[in-house]
Protein backbone atom coordinates (compact mmCIF):
# COMPACT_ATOMS: atom_id res chain seq x y z
CA UNK A 1 0.00 0.00 0.00
CA UNK A 2 1.19 3.36 -1.31
CA UNK A 3 1.06 6.26 1.16
CA UNK A 4 -1.11 9.22 0.20
CA UNK A 5 -0.59 12.88 0.10
CA UNK A 6 -3.58 14.64 1.99
CA UNK A 7 -3.81 18.04 2.64
CA UNK A 8 -6.74 19.06 5.89
CA UNK A 9 -7.83 22.26 4.35
CA UNK A 10 -9.43 23.21 0.96
CA UNK A 11 -6.45 25.01 -1.36
CA UNK A 12 -10.18 27.30 -2.50
CA UNK A 13 -11.16 28.20 -0.07
CA UNK A 14 -9.25 26.58 2.95
CA UNK A 15 -12.44 25.06 4.65
CA UNK A 16 -12.16 21.59 6.28
CA UNK A 17 -12.04 18.58 3.81
CA UNK A 18 -13.61 15.23 4.38
CA UNK A 19 -13.84 11.41 2.85
CA UNK A 20 -17.19 10.61 0.76
CA UNK A 21 -16.70 6.95 1.08
CA UNK A 22 -19.83 6.29 -0.86
CA UNK A 23 -17.84 8.02 -3.84
CA UNK A 24 -14.34 7.68 -2.97
CA UNK A 25 -13.21 11.21 -2.79
CA UNK A 26 -11.94 13.74 -0.83
CA UNK A 27 -14.18 16.95 -1.05
CA UNK A 28 -14.29 20.56 0.80
CA UNK A 29 -17.23 20.35 3.12
CA UNK A 30 -17.96 24.21 2.40
CA UNK A 31 -17.53 24.36 -1.19
CA UNK A 32 -17.63 21.05 -2.63
CA UNK A 33 -13.88 21.05 -4.25
CA UNK A 34 -12.69 17.40 -5.20
CA UNK A 35 -9.20 17.62 -3.61
CA UNK A 36 -8.24 13.53 -4.38
CA UNK A 37 -10.49 10.84 -6.03
CA UNK A 38 -10.19 7.76 -6.86
CA UNK A 39 -9.55 6.93 -3.25
CA UNK A 40 -9.16 3.39 -2.12
CA UNK A 41 -11.40 1.52 0.75
CA UNK A 42 -10.05 -1.47 2.22
CA UNK A 43 -12.45 -1.50 5.05
CA UNK A 44 -14.85 -4.16 5.83
CA UNK A 45 -17.65 -4.86 2.79
CA UNK A 46 -20.19 -6.23 5.24
CA UNK A 47 -20.50 -6.76 9.29
CA UNK A 48 -22.08 -10.27 8.31
CA UNK A 49 -19.97 -13.27 9.41
CA UNK A 50 -21.77 -15.50 7.02
CA UNK A 51 -19.52 -16.64 4.15
CA UNK A 52 -22.35 -17.05 1.49
CA UNK A 53 -23.77 -13.28 2.13
CA UNK A 54 -20.40 -11.90 2.45
CA UNK A 55 -19.54 -13.61 -0.96
CA UNK A 56 -23.24 -12.00 -2.22
CA UNK A 57 -22.40 -8.55 -1.25
CA UNK A 58 -18.90 -8.32 -2.74
CA UNK A 59 -18.25 -5.15 -5.36
CA UNK A 60 -18.53 -5.89 -8.70
CA UNK A 61 -17.05 -3.41 -10.33
CA UNK A 62 -14.44 -0.91 -10.20
CA UNK A 63 -15.03 2.59 -8.64
CA UNK A 64 -16.92 5.26 -10.04
CA UNK A 65 -16.41 8.88 -10.69
CA UNK A 66 -18.60 12.04 -10.63
CA UNK A 67 -16.37 14.06 -12.47
CA UNK A 68 -16.36 12.17 -15.63
CA UNK A 69 -18.87 12.41 -18.27
CA UNK A 70 -19.38 8.35 -18.06
CA UNK A 71 -18.92 8.27 -14.06
CA UNK A 72 -15.63 6.17 -15.28
CA UNK A 73 -17.54 3.52 -16.73
CA UNK A 74 -16.77 3.04 -20.51
CA UNK A 75 -18.34 0.78 -22.97
CA UNK A 76 -16.05 -0.89 -25.53
CA UNK A 77 -17.74 -1.66 -28.62
CA UNK A 78 -16.08 -4.36 -31.38
CA UNK A 79 -16.09 -4.25 -35.22
CA UNK A 80 -17.36 -7.11 -36.38
CA UNK A 81 -21.05 -8.13 -36.78
CA UNK A 82 -21.45 -10.67 -33.93
CA UNK A 83 -23.11 -9.90 -30.12
CA UNK A 84 -21.43 -11.45 -27.00
CA UNK A 85 -22.39 -14.96 -27.82
CA UNK A 86 -21.03 -15.51 -31.44
CA UNK A 87 -23.82 -15.09 -33.14
CA UNK A 88 -24.30 -13.14 -36.31
CA UNK A 89 -26.45 -9.78 -35.86
CA UNK A 90 -29.35 -8.65 -38.00
CA UNK A 91 -28.56 -6.27 -40.45
CA UNK A 92 -30.89 -3.29 -39.07
CA UNK A 93 -29.30 -3.36 -35.67
CA UNK A 94 -26.39 -3.07 -36.98
CA UNK A 95 -27.19 0.26 -38.94
CA UNK A 96 -28.65 1.28 -35.35
CA UNK A 97 -24.80 0.75 -33.67
Not at 35 to 64: C, H, I, L, W
Request: hydrophobic share 25%.
Amino acid sequence: MTSVEYCSQCPECQSKIILDYGKGEYVCHKCGCVVMEQVDYYGPESNSTDFEERNKNTRASGATSLSLHDFGLRTEIGNSSRDYSGRAIDYQNVELM
